[in-house]
């Protein structure tokens, strides 16, 4: 995976390079051709032509550009050379020396597997934590609107502190605070049902699930089921749409996809099991069940809470940008509160809302980056191990900012196409 | 009205007439009150009895936790906290900065009210002197939290520098606001002048103040000479007038150069202080470079369009803790070879500079859509020049509109600071680090405590900085044309 970003990096400034330098020479042609071909009272002379003057500048920014960007490898090359480092990307297949809690990977696994199970930890944390931070800003949000007075200024408050303290300063804060200092150690660990339900301020492990014999037949069949229940519903709000009958489509669906689900389970014999988190000797979850680290969950609700403010902001905005005449023919037809907004405010809301919640998603992504100053392993974190064991440091970084900016365009991507839904359509 | 027999339609409001015109009162009786904002409904009294008990517990929690809290360890590290580690002997160095810092941001923000306010009357629109109760409003987080600091200082001597400061800045808005008109129109160069000066009280005489009063002086004089009717016009007199101010510039570098007296360089700062500064530095300098890097993305000319746009979505496309690992890992490796490491600080300055320019960049571009087209026609229809239509027409009118989300900028950058923590630069956030590995502090659980000193500074300054862009946003009328 990092091997194929280098080559789109690569390939993306060769064409970069090609478009510049090309749509350079066009236009010195271009130029050249329209003076030769115009009638000589119309041309101005050389040095009054805008074109040239732009062409000039370019040609001047151009060298400028490749003059500084030469003299400045010239100097990296010269002190790389010195303290001995190697600018290739060989490295990436050496053996990291570093191992990540809860991940199979062992010391003597690849930089890249090393780098990449840190990524999937970064995506980890921004899967669960844009849609809880969304979910906490909109209620935020639309809390201040309450009729009730408390409702209101707890909601202003939260955003008021919150936003305005750094992001960093709440990850450091709840985490020490609430989670290292405010939950019991691995040895006291609260397990009030047993192996059933494990907190301290190492992790949080309950149980799940292992699979069997016919395990793999049975993923297959459950993803089956998950398409057809989607199918499943998309039919039911057809249905609705034309006949006006309830649609239910969400009972519907669940029944397809269980029903599939416990008739594969009964057939193939059982392909999974329970399986309860394993304790060490001093206390420690270490392996099975489904189990959450700390520093992880510390990292998530930081960023809940502090997007969380910036998101609620925006809805507040969004909110106050639909028209009041809806709101007011809302209330005339007698919908409740949750109806109007359900149904009549939040969609209208979310229109506006949409564009600038994508840079909030952004920003969320980008944040969880600080994650270093508590010790999350993910991928800043890892490559900044990696900086420990003595791997190239500029190699690295230039692999830390591509995986960020291709984070960056694959979520703005899925943003800009669910906000092309989200919109009316014109004529 | 509760005498309805006796009454007729139209009596109360004949009775109104008589005896009082103003609208009714819509105060409500504290019970009134509660029963529309706390119990209108059977779902609004449970709401307010969950959440009301629930944000009592927290508060219950919250004081609980504070009283028993031990706040030794910020009594024993607040130098650090504000400046970091100075030696005490040399601390009249941060306070006359600080007090120098004062005198210009009260005589410039004095005068700058002052130019809005004969602005304001000349076009005929009312307008007052603003209030001390007005600015209490405004201001009273800094002011509050200011106090809050100081109130974990062992001696009296922060107190009095606190109220001294106090009023010197009443002092010198005062002042400010009645300086003659001639020194009121320069009132941006000195207060520019003035907080250059307060950083060379501490770090002492440099070649880079040298270079920053420099440039001050020489934009000070082009400015003024810009006034000078007698120079000759176009080409020739720029050059003359850059001539003039470069020779002032230099003089004064040299001036500043020979006034013999060291202090202590930024690679010694710390603590709140070097988060202000760099904050403030960061945005100064991003500011053109911004600037420079919006117009060209909005040209057409490939070369500057691909260069700013590829400059500034990789900037905003990554974290920026990736760029401060830059810095200090990478950044030196692109010095000649025979140049020695600069400071951490300097290194996570061009970077943080680089950074607001990215976005200070898509800011402006915001307020270059902003203007209407017809300014442009118009003005290339009355012959101007390529650069004077931005300089002249397009910018001023983009920038004014952008201030708001600037301060917002702003804000962010001085948060952003706080990842300066994580390279190592004793700033705000890092002493919380360093006081807890102290002896007598280390492994006593009191991170928390530290933690939220820290925060609730840096919530005061963003806070505040948050109120006054919205105040900004409102006066200016952005998005209300």
Known sequence: MIQFLLLLLGLAAIGTAIYVVGRLIYDIVAMFRDRASSDEGDTAVLWRDVKAIGIVAQLVALFAIIGAGTYLWGNFRARTDAIGLKLTFDFLDQPAGITIADNPLIAGDSVSSAIVAGFFNTIRVIMVGIPAALLLGTLVGIARFSSNWIVRKLATGYVEFFRNIPPLVVIVFVWSAVFLNGFPTAQEAWKPLGEWFILSNNRFAIPSIMGQDNFGAFRWILLGALLLAGAVGYWRTKVFDNTGAPHRRVLWAFATFLGIGLIAYLVLGGPVSMSKPMLDDRGRVFSDGFRIQMPFAALTVALVIYTGTHIAEIVRGSIMAVHKGQEEAANALALSTFQRYRFVVLPQAMRVAFPPLISQFLNFSKNSSLAIAIGATETTNIINNLFGQSQPAPQLILILALLYLALSLLLSTIGNLINRKLQIVGR | MAGKDAMYLGDDITAALATDSSPPSTKLSPADWAKKNLFSSGVNSLLTIVVGLAALALLWFGLN????????????????????????????????????????????????????????????????????????????????????????????????????????????????????????ERAIFIGVALFIVSMLVIAGTSRLGGYALGLVAFLWMMSELSRVDSLPKGFAGTLIRSGIALVVAAMVAIIQNLIPHDGFGWENWGGLHISLFTAVVGISLGMPFGILLALGRKSDLPVLKTASVIFIEFVR????????????????????????????????IIVITGFSAAYIAEIVRGGLQAVPKGQTEAAQASGMSAASVQRLIVLPQAL?????????QFIALFKDTSLLSIIGILEFLRVSDTSNSQQAFVGKGLASVTYLFVAIGYWAFAYTMSKESRRLEAKLGVGHR
């Not at chain 2, 130019?115 to 201001?139: T, V």
């Not at chain 2, 990478?330 to 951490?344: K, Q, V």
């Not at chain 2, 004014?400 to 917002?408: D, E, H, L, Q």
Request: aromatic content about 12%; glycine content about 6%.
């Open chain 2, 400 to 408: 004014r509109a952008v201030i708001p989300a600037m301060v917002g």
């Open chain 2, 65 to 184: 936790w504070v009283i028993s809290a031990d706040f030794e360890i910020i009594r024993a590290n607040l130098r650090i906290f504000m400046i970091g580690q100075f030696p005490k002997e040399e601390l009249w160095r941060p306070w006359t900065s600080a007090y120098v810092l004062i005198l210009g941001a009260g005589l410039t923000t004095g005068a700058l009210a002052r130019n809005s306010h004969e602005l304001d009357l000349s076009q005929e629109i009312e307008s007052h002197k603003e209030g001390w109760g007005s600015m209490l409003r405004r201001f009273w987080p800094v002011l509050l939290v200011s106090i809050f600091f100081v109130s974990f200082a062992r001696t009296l001597l922060p107190f009095i520098g606190l109220a001294g400061a106090f009023a010197l800045i009443v002092v010198a808005r005062e002042i400010g606001w009645r300086m003659p008109a001639a020194i009121r």
């Open chain 2, 317 to 348: 496309g990554v974290p920026l803790i990736s760029l401060l690992l830059f810095s200090n890992l990478m950044l030196p490796l692109f010095l000649p070879i025979d140049f020695e490491r600069p400071a951490d600080l300097t290194l996570a």
